[in-house]
């Protein structure tokens, strides 16, 4: 995706429960502050007949109760807010470190990866795990963060069959983004890694330990530490 933030947001309606919220044509930060200063915006004052706010890389969807406000009317607020976006403070980034153990079984794709790029696996391990990335929105599977950032060295494209199941936990790569598995499920990122932590816990009040607006930094451990951590974290 080429291009960059728009100068004001485009809204587009969406069905007859839904209000698109576009701030730019790329992934980028400064697009994406806007999605996410507006998404705390509604959140904390969400405008009549509001339901529920889906943040996007670049947009931001807004699903509402048709029978409590209208598209008219809830693009007019969403205007209103637009207008004080620049002065609002969202909440501070965290910075959150997430081990992982690379290759082998838990990543079965690196040496591809490698491959391609023309790289040992230890610079592979070495290029991904020194980059802070930016989680960018969340979705896909629950917790499935899409993390900005990745090196150039290291884009590799997609399976061209999805695996069936990938383990929760694997970390992949897929173009120009990483990510990370947080449960089982079918996928087709090219998986380097796998990290022991139980990253999303629905019983937990706060089911992640990220937000949008994260970062989130890999450090790789051997497999003796996986399997000590995954013991720590149980089934």
């Not at 694997?170 to 990483?178: F, L, Y």
């Amino acid at each position: 995706m080429t291009g960059g933030l728009y100068p004001r947001a485009v809204l587009r309606p969406v069905g007859d429960t839904g209000l698109l919220v576009e701030y730019g044509d790329s992934i980028a930060p400064d697009i994406n502050r806007k999605v996410r200063a507006m998404a705390y915006a509604i959140g904390r004052e969400p405008p009549t007949g509001v339901k529920e706010v889906i943040p996007t890389y670049r947009s931001l969807l807004i699903i509402y109760d048709p029978l409590r406000t209208d598209v008219s009317q809830l693009q007019a607020e969403v205007e209103s807010l637009e207008r004080s976006l620049d002065e609002l403070k969202i909440p501070p980034p965290r910075t959150i470190e997430i081990p992982v153990t690379y290759g082998g079984d838990f990543g079965p794709d690196i040496d591809f990866v490698a491959r391609r790029a023309n790289l040992s696996t230890d610079d592979v391990i070495r290029i991904h795990s020194s980059t802070i990335y930016q989680v960018y929105m969340i979705g896909f599977t629950p917790g499935f963060p899409y993390l900005g950032g990745l090196s150039k060295k290291l884009h590799a494209p997609r399976l061209d069959t999805p695996r069936a199941v990938v383990p929760a936990g694997s970390v992949g790569i897929a173009n120009d983004q990483t990510g990370i598995y947080c449960v089982e499920s079918p996928g087709g990122w090219r998986l380097i890694g796998r990290t022991p932590l139980r990253l999303f816990d629905p019983t937990k009040k706060n089911p992640l330990p990220y937000r949008a607006g994260d970062f989130i930094r890999f450090l790789p451990i051997f497999p003796e530490d996986y399997r000590r951590i995954a013991d720590r974290e149980g089934p």
